[in-house]
């Protein structure tokens, strides 16, 4: 579904990933930890096709086709939804009707018809009854004076209406009490299927207690330098990252 | 009066010679004025005033004047006429009423609505209403130190006129729509209005004036709001001037005790466009808003000029301007407050913001504070600032393509404007005018 190749890429000049490899299959979630600075946002972003993130080098095919050369509203009409890390406000557009201009221009890039009123409100009520959110928040402008977890929250719930094949959580737990955290994995749990797959950015390995991942990868200096199973992420929990600097060492020579 | 627009005459040779027609003022007095106003000349960038905004080549052009008989066809009359709003509608065409296109039904008892000109013949037949009316022109306006108005009441054919009673509750807005067809050649006109309300009335206002043809042309216009005790006034004026017409406007509201009056002018095309108002703040409680909404594109100049007088106390005032600037537009805001020495505890604001959408855009703002009382709360701000990059990314991360996302984002901007707007029947129709101005941009 996903497959990331030697990917290069700079912010203002700067290169952050060096080199990255990943492939992700249907239906699974990949976490991927690892410490302050080395490429884990950087790479949600250059996934989402953010401005101002150069890709250098390197290759990332998404259903077959080349995804680095798609606008990011492709992108999101190809399945691809970025749960932001700073989620924006933006006053003056309220939440509902950017949520149904958006799911229409992805229906529409689909080939799909538009969805009517009624069910798309159908369509909002059992969302938020799914994550038990106040619907007074979907009436306000996007993200307007909401709170953090208010924010992450909406996140999630704008996941569930678009129904993306790729989630792209840029550390969506960060800042969120277990409530909150508990309305995130639900999120993500109620999507799993064969036909849905995630990249979950972490600092933290106890979202990974709800969200459940298929594999953990561990960031450093731009490249992956460990993969491996759920157990991998406790071990981090216990261990931290001081190891890195040596096995990124390592990498680096060996190359 | 010439029925076919006559000869061509530049400004200066208009004033110099003016028609001795029947307009809304006397003759001794148009001759006076007209004098005045050659005297004084027309202001140019080296006034202080003036600075930023040029009435390029207005001297020199030789421009007509009067009606010309054309009137204009049935998509522009609906152009500058709300979508779905009952109203009282009053059509000027190069400064003249056209009666046929009007449309005004019942009013309540005592409210007078019309051709100034009409009122000055009534308030000579003794009626005693039209004479109360006509005592307030030129009060507001200045015409001895305010150089365009002292033009506009001496080249002025006919104005648009409303005298409410005190204690009536107009039922629906009244529309003065003011048309310039410059097909026949430069025109030169002079769009008039005369409101008075009296104590505990209460109105909504509208004006549309646009310019069509290929002919540039100056609209010269005036508006004057007189508020009794307690009045309610909600003013909306739409501008939509033709990519070579230039436009002076000069508001004036003077509010009595308690009085409320809120104005909003939305300024969406023109080649040059200027808009002056004073608020005047002259009992104590009285609250007034000047609200300015600015989208304009292509050479489009568009410069407002406030100027805020308290001189009551406990009184309080609120201006605020957005400005969209897309191609090679500007958009300058002066803003002035003035708060005498006896007007304490007064309250002013101002805020200016300014979305410069392309790096020839360019947005000018200045706020003049003078304020002589002590127990004051008083603040401006003014930012000026492009299309948000994150809110622009996010907004296509969901799906939403770039143009629409853009639009999206400057119609949010522009929003916060129309929810200023109190006439609730109103902001649909200047909800889809933005819609349909960001259509045509795009």
């Known amino acids: ?15 952050i990933l060096k080199g990255l490899s990943l492939e992700i299959g249907p239906g699974e979630i990949h976490a991927i930890m690892g410490p302050n600075g080395s490429g884990k946002s950087t790479l949600a972003n250059v996934l989402a096709g953010r401005e101002g993130y150069e890709v250098t080098a390197g290759s990332v095919s998404y259903l077959g086709r080349n995804l680095l050369d798609r606008e990011p509203e492709e992108r999101a009409g190809d399945g691809i939804f970025l749960a932001f890390q700073y989620p924006v406000e933006i006053p003056g557009v309220p939440n509902l009707y950017f949520l149904r201009m958006a799911l229409n221009a992805q229906r529409r890039h689909r080939g799909q018809p538009e969805i009517s009123a009624e069910d798309f409100l159908r369509l909002i009520s059992e969302k938020l009854k799914l994550l038990h959110l106040d619907d007074a928040l979907q009436k306000r402008a996007v993200n307007e004076g909401f709170s953090g977890g208010e924010k992450k929250r909406n996140e999630i719930f704008q996941m569930l209406i678009l129904e993306p094949r790729l989630a792209l959580l840029d550390e969506t737990d960060s800042g969120l009490d277990i409530d909150a955290l508990k309305v995130v994995s639900d999120g993500v749990n109620a999507l799993r299927s064969p036909e849905f797959s995630a990249v979950v950015v972490t600092h933290y390995q106890r979202l990974l207690d709800h969200i459940v991942p298929d594999k953990v990868h561990v960031l450093a200096g731009g490249r992956i330098v460990r993969s491996g199973g759920r157990e991998l992420a406790l071990e981090l929990e216990r261990d931290g990252y001081s190891w890195i600097g040596k096995e990124a060492g390592s990498a680096e020579a060996a190359r | 009066m010439t029925q076919d627009n006559g000869e061509a005459r530049t400004l200066v040779d208009w004033l110099r010679n003016p028609p001795l027609h029947a307009g809304f003022l006397p003759t001794e007095q148009q001759l006076e004025l007209a004098h005045l106003a050659g005297g004084m000349g027309l202001p140019g960038t080296r006034d202080e005033a003036w600075r930023y905004t040029r009435l390029a080549g207005v001297e020199g052009d030789r421009l007509l004047l009067g009606y010309g008989g054309a009137v204009p066809d049935t998509a522009q009359l609906q152009s500058l006429t709300p979508e779905g709003v009952a109203l009282d509608r009053l059509v000027m065409v190069n400064g003249r009423i056209v009666p046929e296109l009007c449309e005004i039904g019942a009013l309540p008892d005592g409210v007078g609505f019309g051709s100034l000109r009409a009122m000055r013949r009534a308030a000579e037949q003794g009626l005693r209403e039209a ?74 206002v509208l004006e549309a004036q646009g310019g069509f043809g290929e002919g540039a042309y100056l609209s010269n216009g005036v508006s004057e709001f007189h508020l009794e005790a307690r009045a309610r006034l909600e003013h909306v004026r739409v501008q939509r001037d033709s990519a070579t017409g230039r436009r002076v406007s000069g508001t004036f509201l003077q509010l009595k005790a308690d009085a409320r009056a809120r104005s909003h002018t939305y300024t969406l095309s023109g080649r040059t466009v ?42 309080r005032s609120l ?66 600032g492009s299309l948000d990059a994150n809110s622009l990314f996010y907004l296509r991360s969901r799906g939403i393509p770039g143009d629409l996302a853009r639009r999206l984002l400057i119609h949010a901007f522009c929003s916060a404007q129309v929810g200023r707007v109190r006439a609730g029947d109103m902001v649909n129709p200047l909800d889809r005018l933005i819609t349909r101005t960001l259509a045509e941009h795009a």
């Open chain 2, 131 to 204: 004479s109360l009316l006509l005592e307030h022109l030129d009060l507001l306006s200045r015409p001895r130190e305010r150089v365009f108005s002292a033009i506009n009441s001496t080249l002025g054919e006919d104005a648009a006129a409303l005298w409410v009673p005190a204690g009536v509750h107009l039922p629906r807005p009244v529309l003065v729509i003011s048309a310039l067809l410059s097909h026949a050649g430069p025109i030169l006109c002079q769009p008039r209005l005369l409101v008075v309300m009296g104590q505990d009335s209460r109105a909504t």
């Open chain 1, 1 to 15: 579904m996903l497959k990331i190749q030697d990917l290069h890429a700079s912010v203002a000049g700067k290169e």
């Open chain 2, 319 to 384: 201006q605020s301007f957005r400005t969209i600037l897309a191609e090679r537009s500007r958009g300058i805001f002066t803003g002035r407050i003035q708060v005498a020495r006896e007007a304490q505890r007064t309250d002013a604001v101002q805020q200016c913001a300014a979305m410069v959408l392309s790096p020839e855009a360019r947005a000018v703002a200045r706020p003049q504070l003078e304020i002589l009382a002590d127990d004051v709360k008083c603040t401006h701000g003014a930012t000026v």
């Open chain 2, 274 to 315: 200027r808009n002056e108002y004073r608020l005047e703040l002259v009992e104590p409680g009285a609250a007034g808003e000047i609200n300015g909404l600015s989208l304009v594109k292509g050479e489009s100049h568009v410069d407002s000029h406030t100027h805020v007088s308290h001189v009551a106390p406990d009184c």
